[in-house]
């Protein structure tokens, strides 16, 4: 089961941004497909973004063109960079690691599904004025 500390949340004004950090142990994370997803209250988690091991990315709509995923492999870190943030991102962010289509040792596809129902603590997320 992989085990991931997130950091980085915080509070910003409208239009700010945030920089959020999926640090990852237990597991190296070269070979593992990386997803963030957020929960805002009395909402159900919604995928945000993944990045597969071969550095392929997927956003949801809603954060497209805002938000920006990165991994650093040798810090065995997945980042999530959010700009232009609205309220409706107000949530806590969490990461986890999501399912893959391999096409080859150069291609795979990440999926906005998390492998297992475990969650860390996450990172509280507030946009307000």
């Known amino acids: 089961q992989l085990q991931a500390v997130e950091s980085g949340g915080g509070s910003v004004q409208p239009g700010g941004s945030l920089r959020l950090s999926c640090a990852i142990s237990?597991?190296?994370?070269?070979?593992?497909?990386i997803g963030w997803f957020r929960q805002a209250p009395g909402k159900e988690r919604e995928g945000v973004s993944c990045?597969?091991?071969?550095?392929?990315?997927k956003y949801a709509d809603s954060v497209k063109d805002r938000f920006f995923i990165s991994r650093d492999n040798a810090k065995n870190t997945v980042y999530l960079q959010m700009n232009s943030l609205s309220p409706e991102a107000s949530a806590v962010y969490y990461c986890?690691?999501?399912?893959?289509?391999?096409?080859?040792?150069?291609?795979?596809?990440?999926?906005?599904?998390?492998?297992?129902?475990?969650w860390g603590q996450g990172t509280q997320v507030t946009v307000s004025s």
């Open positions: 237990r597991f190296t994370l070269d070979y593992r497909a």
């Open positions: 990045i597969s091991s071969t550095s392929n990315t």
């Open positions: 986890a690691a999501v399912g893959f289509v391999r096409y080859s040792n150069s291609y795979e596809d990440c999926q906005l599904v998390a492998l297992d129902d475990a």
